[in-house]
């Protein structure tokens, strides 16, 4: 491989110090190794971020409502309906366990205005990015918090947050740490009545994380579900799973909701399924 020159490195160091000013392709240095924005090839202004070469986020600037990863939307999906059901639009606390490139933050802020959403994000360096390259509203819409996840959990005052989303990733796994039934208790103590806690999982065929994930939600909330496609349920790729939990009821088979949320599911690019209390439980052994 060949060795880059003085100049050559000393002209990218010196790039990385300015400040930013809209998104350019390009790898950029950050505080956790490297940050990779490409153009999606589909959109005039869309984005695709890679983190240390794993895809993190997809953002078209100017279209916040506009998710490209199936698993965002089964998120917002899910949010949504709970929102309708247990909790106030107009004073939303929403809490995102990891950042990238705030996708989330940016769709709830704009399908609920005067949500509050606060991104805990490791990494300095890319929390400057962001915030740069995209049109992320400014604080106290998003509020971006540079900390560990555990840590900032951690100091959550009880009952201080409507819905708390961990979509954490070190490579492609997430840190044990966040994903143990301790670390759900605290989220679990940190969230007001009505509360929804979501969780992204990422997992291989075994879906021995996502069985984990399940149990551990199952330790403290009375009512839970789980998200994916079919052929991820059935153990047939690597893929997302999403799980939740909460106090308050979740869509429950044979429901106006639990149809509502079915339908939005099935009619998307990959079709998802939805499953209830009941089969959490049984997925989980419980």
């Known amino acids: 491989m060949a060795k880059k ?15 930013v000013a809209g998104a350019a ?17 589909y959109h005039a202004d869309g984005w695709l971020l890679l983190i240390n070469g794993v895809q993190s986020s997809h953002v078209i600037v100017g279209q916040p409502q506009e998710l490209d990863f199936e698993y965002m939307r089964w998120i917002a999906a899910l949010v949504r309906s709970h929102v309708g059901e247990h909790l106030n639009p107009q004073a939303l606390r929403i809490t995102h366990l990891g950042g990238g490139a705030c996708s989330m933050a940016r769709y709830f802020a704009d399908v609920y205005p005067a949500s509050r959403n606060t991104v805990v994000e490791l990494d300095a360096r890319l929390a ?87 149990a551990a939600l199952l330790d403290h909330f009375e009512y839970a579900c789980v998200i994916a496609d079919s052929a991820m349920l059935k153990g047939r790729r690597r893929g997302n799973v999403i799980l939740a939990g909460s106090h308050s009821p979740l869509p429950e088979a044979g429901s106006v909701q639990a149809a509502a949320i079915a339908r ?23």
């Open 25 to 41: 392709a390009g790898v950029y240095e950050i505080s956790t190794g490297t940050a990779e924005l490409v153009p999606d090839g």
């Open 5 to 19: 020159s003085k100049k050559q490195s000393s002209s990218r160091a010196s790039e990385q110090e300015k400040p």
């Open 128 to 214: 400057e990015l962001v915030r740069g390259w995209f049109d992320i509203p400014k604080s106290p819409r998003v509020k971006i918090r540079v900390g560990e996840a555990g840590a900032v959990a951690a100091t959550f005052v009880e009952s201080s947050r409507d819905i708390v989303i961990r979509d954490v990733f070190a490579g492609d796994v997430t840190p044990v740490s966040l994903t143990t039934s301790d670390f759900v208790g605290t989220i679990d103590s940190s969230l007001a009545p009505g509360g929804l806690y979501v969780i992204n999982c990422g997992d291989d065929r075994t879906l021995a994380n996502a069985k984990a994930d399940a």
């Open 264 to 286: 939005e599911l099935m009619s998307g690019g990959v079709p998802a399924q939805y499953w209830d209390s009941a089969k959490v439980r049984a997925f989980a052994g419980r």
